[in-house]
């Protein structure tokens, strides 16, 4: 067999070898709509993170999640508001932006890189407005890692950060997903 012929060859088996080893479980591809009632009510069960306990009166928005065959992930949070009332007071939270980074996911276990983080939140209480701007720190090498389950239509995600000790809970984010 000539060289010329060997290589490509041996190109194209190591590619296809590749692919196979770096491909997403199919049914993570597209984009999903994070239930957000659910994170809600995560929220209002409390959570050893959230010192006081949340009384949410009211909430809108979307967060959506667009999952490539490049591995690749967009998280879009957009008009997310939520009225809740914490120790009597009313306040008012606010987020935009996006999350972007690298996913991995086969056989139920799966791992997320965020990259970039570019959310913004604007807290509204007793007549005052903070603006807490996008926070570059929370993104980085420390992936969320945890086991999903999915359909062509549900997404369940169980996740936490990799290195976190195990009595820690784990992030707040919608475990439930549909198309």
């Known amino acids: 067999m000539k060289f010329s012929r060997v290589v490509p060859l041996?190109?194209?088996?190591?590619?296809?070898?590749?692919?196979?080893?770096?491909?997403?479980?199919?049914?993570?591809?597209?984009?999903?709509?994070?239930?957000i009632s659910e994170l809600v009510r995560q929220?209002?069960?409390?959570?050893?993170?959230i010192p006081v306990q949340l009384d949410i009166a009211d909430f809108s928005g979307s967060v959506t999640v667009t999952?490539?065959?490049?591995?690749r992930y967009e998280m879009l949070t957009q008009d997310f508001v939520m009225k809740q009332n914490v120790d009597g007071t009313e306040v008012v939270m606010?987020?935009?932006?996006?999350?972007?980074?690298?996913?991995?996911?086969?056989?139920?276990?799966?791992?997320?890189?965020?990259?970039?983080?570019?959310?913004?939140?604007?807290v509204e209480m007793s007549g005052q407005q903070i603006v807490l701007p996008p926070?570059?720190?929370?993104?980085?090498?420390?992936?969320?890692?945890?086991t999903y389950s999915c359909t062509d239509t549900e997404l369940t995600l169980l996740l936490t950060l990799a290195d976190l000790d195990p009595n820690v809970?784990?992030?707040?984010?919608?475990?439930?997903?549909?198309?």
Do not use: Y
């Open 169 to 179: 809970p784990p992030p707040l984010l919608p475990h439930r997903w549909t198309k």
């Open 67 to 71: 999952i490539s065959d490049d591995m």
């Open 43 to 49: 929220m209002e069960e409390g959570q050893p993170s």
């Open 94 to 122: 606010q987020m935009n932006g996006d999350n972007v980074g690298t996913i991995d996911g086969k056989d139920g276990t799966i791992s997320i890189v965020t990259e970039t983080f570019d959310v913004t939140t604007i």
């Open 10 to 35: 041996t190109v194209a088996i190591i590619v296809g070898s590749a692919q196979s080893v770096l491909a997403l479980d199919e049914c993570l591809l597209g984009t999903w709509n994070a239930d």
């Open 135 to 146: 926070r570059p720190q929370e993104a980085g090498p420390e992936p969320f890692t945890g």
